[in-house]
């Protein structure tokens, strides 16, 4: 036993399970809510990380949170960029009050969404096409599934993109660094009688800094880019095997009633 069904059940005692992921642990009982793999550490293909079960869940407000059970480290990561839009900071304060109440001698930590990452910039992209709230509780489903594959659409552009700017960016800055040095080398070489050697060098040295630090920023915003696009398919992806799952279930519900 993992603890991961002990933790459901808890969170069924205060909250509405809406769905569940699972990273290399199981649930012991059908959770009559959508199970599906964690697609951002499945596809890290390392097993640095460890085990845990998140979960999706509506408080008694109608907010929205995801938490994340690792029962090694004993400790809830409270997950603010899947839910942002969907839950207030009140709401969210009092989610990890009543957490830290129910899971006694466990660590509760709020994972922040990171500007260095782009995270925010992911949360917006899939904001505009489909939200949270219409894949876990939305009537319409197959309006949503469609939302959904616009935004993977919209991922897969987004991965072009960045393998454009990569390549641009591997292509360009090797010649566009030797030429900057052979000009600086021959212009500042015809001043070198006014300016003196030291200066020349200085310059020199100032200007390949230069160009190479602007080609190195424009390499790591290429594959700044590349990693926002992933994260953009990984949630269009985790939505689609939700209303997959959600369908399934409307299907089963009526089958084990009668």
């Not at 709230?133 to 935004?151: F, I, M, P, Y």
């Not at 212009?187 to 003196?196: K, V």
């Not at 020199?204 to 915003?221: E, H, N, P």
């Not at 594959?223 to 926002?228: G, I, P, R, S, Y």
């Amino acid at each position: 036993m993992d603890g991961s069904q002990k933790f459901v059940n808890e969170l069924s005692t205060f909250t509405t399970v809406l769905a569940v992921k699972l990273y290399r642990m199981q649930l012991e009982r059908p959770a009559g809510v959508p199970v599906l793999p964690c697609l951002d550490h499945e596809a890290m293909l390392h097993e640095g990380i460890a085990p845990h079960t998140a979960a999706y869940v509506r408080d008694a407000g109608d907010n929205l949170h995801e938490v994340v059970f690792i029962p090694d480290e004993r400790r809830l990561d409270v997950e603010v960029a899947s839910t942002m839009g969907e839950c207030t900071e009140a709401s969210r304060e009092q989610f990890i009050a009543e957490l830290r109440k129910r899971f006694p001698g466990h660590t509760v930590k709020l994972a922040r969404p990171s500007r260095v990452r782009g995270e925010y910039r992911v949360v917006n992209a899939c904001r505009a096409q489909v939200t949270l709230r219409e894949v876990l509780l939305g009537d319409n489903l197959d309006h949503t599934k469609t939302s959904v594959d616009r935004l993977q659409l919209i991922s897969s552009l987004m991965e072009k993109q960045s393998r454009s700017a990569s390549w641009g960016a591997r292509t360009v800055m090797t010649p566009i660094v030797a030429v900057a040095g052979f000009l600086t080398y021959e212009i500042l070489g015809t001043m070198r009688d006014s300016l003196g050697d030291a200066t020349i060098s200085a310059v020199r040295y100032v200007v390949i800094t230069v160009v190479g630090g602007f080609l190195l920023y424009y390499g790591i915003k290429a594959v700044q880019l590349t990693e926002m696009a992933n994260r953009v398919w990984k949630r269009s992806a985790e939505y689609s095997l939700i209303l997959n799952e959600r369908r399934k279930l409307r299907t089963t519900e009526p089958r084990q009633r009668a």
